[in-house]
């Protein structure tokens, strides 16, 4: 690979570009809406590109490996998705066909703080870790696709490494909802209830407001101050209310349980997040209905360690699998995030 090393010896286009960390554009918000207020749609993605895009000269084509032949690409923080299912398919794939360009979405870096010459990606990772395992496999480096893939490296969108976390979450969704892969995942929205909370307990205490000295109707209760702060502050996360609710309660449910750090898990390694039939918003209700049923039935009569079990078998119910469909991992997953 050293011939296709060289081709990148030269400095890095942004290399000389450290914006300063008091412009405005850096300032800590707590939510895309809160920077960018009233654009939507690809007016707001012209202007975070216009923002924080390194690269003027368009997309960069960044090599798999280093000098040394170890990766230079890894899943950033917020892209935290672990699809082990999706990514073993995505694995087959590539060792028959190759990495195919500009079909599968596109691998959206920020250069890390951390490590010289190397990415983080916010989309394309679970695609990127696909190579790399098909990568890995090919001992003997004798599969053409695979040797190719590596050979190319990745078309890119490269972002400033100081991008701030509100407009790098807000791009990671974004391309999920277009890329025809995985789209945002429930184990993701159970995350963003998290997130959703703490943003909304931070608010109340700074506005002093409390569901007792709220309105009992109208517009100023409580839960529909609540509601309309999720819609501004994360637009198209949840449908409903209630949606949110159902995210909240499973999650708090479950976590208080001690059993959700196996769903979670056990999901990963399971659940076909690209199969066609998959709903994000039949899971969430669907598992709420499930935990509650089980949970409130049977935790004063089955033995702690049996109720987990029979928990967690239930909510595999839920979601499709690898097992009810093998091929769907392998053919239903274009994107990788």
């Not at 942004?14 to 809160?34: Q, T």
């Not at 190579?131 to 040797?147: F, S």
């Not at 501004?232 to 449910?253: I, N, P, R, V």
């Not at 033995?303 to 079990?309: A, E, F, W």
């Amino acid at each position: 690979m050293a011939h296709v090393m060289a081709s990148f010896a030269a400095p890095s286009p942004w290399a000389d570009k450290r914006n300063p960390v008091d412009d405005p554009k850096y300032k800590k918000c707590d939510s895309i809406a809160e920077r960018y207020p009233g654009l939507d749609g690809n007016l707001l993605q012209d202007q975070i590109f216009a923002d924080f895009l390194l690269s003027t000269a368009g997309d960069v084509r960044l090599p798999l490996l280093d000098s040394t032949n170890k990766p230079t690409m890894s899943r950033h923080r917020l892209n935290n998705r672990n699809h082990v299912a999706v990514r073993e398919g995505l694995v087959k794939r590539i060792q028959s066909k190759g990495l195919v360009e500009g079909v599968r979405g596109q691998a959206w870096a920020v250069p890390s703080l951390e490590t010289k010459d190397s990415w983080e990606l916010i989309s394309h990772a679970t695609l990127v870790e696909a190579l790399y395992i098909a990568h890995e496999r090919d001992v003997h480096n004798k599969n053409p696709y695979v040797r190719r893939s590596m050979e190319l490296g990745v078309v890119a969108k490269v972002f400033d490494p100081l991008t701030p976390d509100d407009v790098l979450a807000f791009l990671k969704k974004l391309h999920n909802e277009f890329h025809f892969g995985a789209q945002t995942s429930h184990l993701e929205m159970y995350d963003l209830t998290k997130d959703i909370e703490k943003g909304w307990r931070v608010l109340c205490k700074a506005k002093k407001l409390k569901a007792r000295t709220c309105p009992t109707k109208g517009d100023g209760t409580y839960v529909k101050k609540y509601w309309k702060y999720i819609q501004e502050q994360h637009a198209g996360a949840f449908k409903t209310f209630d949606a949110f609710l159902q995210a909240k309660t499973f999650m708090h449910g479950m976590s208080k349980a001690g059993m959700l750090d196996q769903y979670v898990q056990t999901c990963s390694e399971r659940c076909n997040f690209a199969h066609p039939s998959m709903s994000v918003g039949l899971v969430l209700a669907a598992n709420k209905t499930t935990f509650t049923t089980i949970y409130e039935g049977f935790v004063d009569t089955l033995p702690t360690s049996v109720l987990n079990t029979v928990m967690q078998c239930a909510l595999r119910f839920n979601y499709p699998t690898v097992i009810e469909d093998a091929g769907a991992a392998d053919g239903g997953a274009d994107g990788g995030d």
